[in-house]
């Protein structure tokens, strides 16, 4: 029997080889970490469903930043667990906020990293919603009151814009909120901030874990009036195109892992630079089948990430990029 001139396994034969014809290369320059801040001093509270994660006070947060600029990683994503919650989300605005205290903190460092801030209200009302509720005319339920809340998403967006921030990231998937946002950047002045787009974030059951890291479960009810339905690929391009149009210059996919199809036709669609989030509970079920000694924690995370980067994924929100920075550095 001949064999075909091409024989795949030549390529394969040893690690030197693989590395000469490897296709798609995960580099720390790919990573953003997420962080959790909290009012206080010298707080490092362990989130339990999120292994070697942790809300963090300003002073602790800053010198956490300097560790991941150290190892390379070119930026950090914030979230903020305010001191005081209220109907509309008021401290999402202050300037004197913990997410805003931050964003100063890591300036006055010196810190050579970029500094990407959330804007979304469900950290910051007492309800757990992303915005300013309202009765429904009709059923006298209470819902999201989309136009109503884009003025209090340009007020957050604007003030993460005066502390210092580079990028700002609007995840509550209201109707209009990028163009509102971009209005209100370009307004203050702050047209240089750019807008990272959570563009399609679908209600997924993998967000259980972040609702205990920023202390934002809603107390009524589920965000799937907002979030978008899982099957639908079509109404996705749609909502990442309306976006470009509003003025955003980064679009994320999120999740990753259920959403890698989507990731991929995003990215050869629109050609923009794409995000994608590796969220909580894709790192949450790695990490309970490692400690169950189920698979190989470095191995499974190294696969994940480069086939979320081989879908098109140029920048990936991941829990584990400190780890990954020093695993891609050999150490």
């Known amino acids: 029997m001949r064999f075909p001139e091409y024989r795949a396994r030549r390529m394969r034969r040893n690690e030197i080889l693989r590395r000469m014809v490897r296709e798609t290369r995960l580099s720390v320059d790919n990573l953003i970490m997420p962080l959790f801040v909290r009012p206080g001093e010298k707080v490092r509270k362990d989130i339990s469903s999120m292994p070697g994660n942790c809300q963090m006070s300003v002073d602790v947060l800053v010198e956490e930043v300097k560790e991941i600029a150290g190892l390379g990683i070119p930026a950090v994503l914030l979230f903020g667990i305010p001191e005081k919650k209220d109907d509309i989300g008021t401290e999402a605005w202050d300037d004197d906020g913990v997410v805003q205290q931050a964003v100063r903190g890591i300036r ?9 801030t ?11 919603h992303c915005g300013r509720l309202r009765e429904h005319p009709r059923t006298r339920e209470l819902e999201v009151d989309n136009d109503a ?10 003030s ?24 209100g950047l370009d307004d203050g ?16 059951a993998f967000y259980g874990p972040f609702r205990e890291a920023a202390e934002s479960p809603p107390k009524f009810g589920d965000r799937r009036s907002y979030q978008m339905d899982p099957p639908n690929v079509n109404e996705a391009l749609r909502e990442v195109s309306m976006d470009i149009e509003e003025g955003a210059d980064i679009v994320m996919v999120k999740p990753a892992l259920p959403y890698m199809d989507i990731i991929r036709l995003v990215k050869d669609r629109f050609g923009y630079p794409t995000a994608a989030y590796n969220v909580s509970g894709e790192f949450a079920m790695v990490k309970a089948a490692a400690e169950k000694g189920w698979l190989d924690e470095k191995k499974a995370v190294m696969e994940i990430l ?11 929100l991941t829990y584990w990029a400190k780890d990954v920075a020093r695993w891609l550095a050999g150490k």
Do not use: Q
Not at 119 to 125: I, K, Q, W
Not at 189 to 204: E, G
Not at 306 to 316: C, E, L, N, P, S
């Open 149 to 158: 809340t884009l003025e209090l998403l340009r007020r957050m967006a604007v």
């Open 306 to 316: 480069t086939g979320i980067h081989r879908a098109g994924a140029d920048m990936i």
């Open 108 to 116: 006055k460092a010196n810190t050579d990293i970029c500094v990407i």
């Open 118 to 128: 959330d804007v979304c209200l469900c950290e910051y009302t007492d309800h757990g």
């Open 189 to 204: 002045r702050f047209d240089y901030v750019a807008i990272m787009s959570y563009a399609a974030k679908f209600a997924s």
């Open 160 to 183: 993460h814009a005066r502390a210092g921030a580079d990028i700002v990231a609007p995840s509550d998937m209201m109707d209009g909120r990028i163009a509102e946002v971009r209005a």
